[in-house]
């Protein structure tokens, strides 16, 4: 846990810097000016409006879905599945927002929020209950609810949510009273960032300042030990297991209003894995894992518009993406392991 | 002392009638504590050799050091009278030493040829020829009278027969020299005897034998000669036919030892109608559904000090687990002023006043990676004191914290230092002001003074005895002779699950409660 956990700060920029030198120079090994390529990757994330609007659409769902998983690395458990939940939650919000299309936006977009955050804790809750009740690794039984999650997801929008209009596999277009508002006129940014940021300083203020937030810390670092507190472990790992389906839910809710417009079958280029290498990047803070997804907001949109205009394979920047989080893991786990440890000195 | 210990023989160096190895004054520290202070002991060939000594005496420092898994800071070992340094387990096993540890090294889903060949050069280094393996482990078997199947899985294993497999295996890698930490521990009756007869059959085909237990009946009936530990010394060696029980007992226990008497006044005599803490007739199973506490009844009254006494492995953790609600009792009750507390949980039980300090303070007791301030907090951290309506009060987290440290003189940069950088003195004083400073009416308290300096075991015993005074009741569970003896009321020894003898204080005679703790009543 303390790998994850008690990384230090100064880490992680030396990390980052580290990580874009060695995409540099495989930037340079495929023929082009690293400096260039990585000119075109800034201007794609942050050059014009409409492009800082793709970094922070690209960072919402990683923000809203990072700060669940950090959540649960904080109680000391892993919810390797967000991307099964947030799927549902789309999924759920579409239907939601289909059958009330006549009803005030309002209270269409508050319908379709609930049913996404439902749905997507739902999910979490069969692997928290397995876990908590049976013992059962959530590791795995989050990686193969996922399968369900997908395959359930895809046949709804190949059978009953289909829309009959078309022959291709999404739900019906929202209408206007399901579409999330717009942010920034000009721009296809909508409110979602601005929920991402609430949910993390809430999540921040929780953590810090709540006696449940203070429970789940102390979970994390010694259940044993806190169990023997009188702290009620297990009604702490189903909740925060719940608190981090729900997010990925919201996040699909988000994805599915504010972006498609409806749902579809590829609704996730993979947020829900890549959320969990926010969270250990943010070390397991909500806020820390805010500020990552946004610097993986960036590189997505900025990859893509490098791609595009200097001919670098945007995969560079996934590659450094991972990069700078093995550096950072590699960088705590060596300093965890050259600190003497005195619970072995002291044992006889 | 009336009793007269054997002087070790020294081997002449190539000597063959010599013993076959010997520990010469080694000495071990781990930072200020001495866990071995010149320990002397030697093995003659053929002998079963056992060591006896309570729970830290130092015998399993004794045997790491003969594994090679850590390295005397002084003092020498001899095998067949030739000076030996141990500097990784590989010196060991080459000098023809073997240790069956007390928790197996065997990994279940393998064979018995499969586990004998891990990491066994001479089985070939990718494949193992395991068919081969398992023929010479037979061949090996047979011509000890063993019994063993070679390409059984371990797993489908009785424990015994794994144990069996342990001792086959240290066999197998040539040793001729076989160190037993506890053997029996983990054992059946039935099972410990076809052990015992094992190894003496063992040592009538030239083996050697360290047993290391607490267990007098067993060394008893299968060792020649007997060292015993005390505070990391060795107190003496003795020839079993030619020592009483009680000597033995009384070397273990350290009789000259007298325990500092309690300067409190005696509990009223007039005791309370209902007591405040009691369990009556608990039991408790531990995962393979052995009993580990048999019908178990015991009560406190309000100002007495119970002490449970034993040996550890006994049912002390359970016990303590199921007074605090951490662990819930396959039969019986748990009582609290009367009130049937069973099923409460240790949140319930904290709110109706009872406090508890765990056996392990970095385990179960403490969160190293919090502060001192949120470890005093926790178990309260959801009342008025520290909260409202779910909010933190950090400053009055602070602020009872800085209270604690002084009042319990806890050495510390102040409240916010993190407890993992305590000294253990210091992590045990704040596992114990917990507990204390809520002024509880009833206390369960487990190993308060293990591994922690004379001067912390001072300050905390002086905690329980003034919180006894104020009317407390508490049930101190210890390993500790001393520490029983000088803080407790009323004693009971705890062996094997069961209560096998309560005393008084005033009457207590020394000598019993010590063959009581090895399981014998008198």
Known sequence: MRVIVGTDIASIPIAIIIALVIGGVLIALSGVNPFEAYGALLQGAFGTPQHLADTLIEATPLALIGVGIALCFRAGVFNVGAEGQFLLGGMAAAITGNLLSTAPAIATLLAMAIAAVLAGAAWAAIAALLKVYLGASETLTTIMLTYVATYLVSYLLNGPARDPATPIAQTQPLTTSGLLPGLWPGTTLHVGIVIALIVAVAAHYFLRRRVGGFQIVATGLNPVAARSAGLPVRRILISVFLTSGALAGLAGFIQVSGVQGKMIVNLSPGYGYTAIVVALLGRSTPLGAFLAALFFGALSAGGASMETSVGVPASVVTIVQYLTVLLVIAYTAARTLRRPSRVADEEE | MAISPLEPARAAPGSTTGPILQMDKSTVRFGEVVANDRVSFDLAPGEIHALLGENGAGKTTLMRVLAGLIQPDEGQVFVRGEARSFESVADSVAAGIGMVHQHFMLVPTLTVAENVSLGLRSAGRLFPNTARVGRELRALADKHGLSLDPSARVSDLSIGQQQRVEIVKALYRGATILILDEPTAVLTPGETDSLLAMLRSLTEQGTSVVFISHKLREIRAVADRVTVLRHGQTVGTWALDSVADAELTSAMIGRDAAPTVSSRLAPTTSVAPVPRLAVERVGARDRRGHA?????????????ILGIAGVDG?????????????????AGEVRLDGANITAATVAERIGHGLAHVPEDRQRTGLILDLSIAENLAMETVGTAMFSRRGSLNRAAVRAHAEDIISRFDIRCSGPDQRVRDLSGGNQQKVLIARAVSRAPSALVVSQPTRGVDLGAVENIHRQILDLAAQGCAVILISTELDEILALSDRIAVLYSGT???????????????????TGQSV
């Open chain 2, 292 to 304: 580990v506490l048999d019908s178990v009844s015991l009560s406190v009254a309000p100002g007495e």
């Open chain 2, 499 to 517: 209560i096998i003898s309560t005393y008084d204080r005033a009457t207590v005679d020394l000598g019993t409660l010590g063959m009581n703790m």
């Open chain 2, 314 to 330: 006994n049912g002390q953790t359970e016990l303590a687990e199921i007074l605090s609600g951490v662990r819930r009792p396959s």
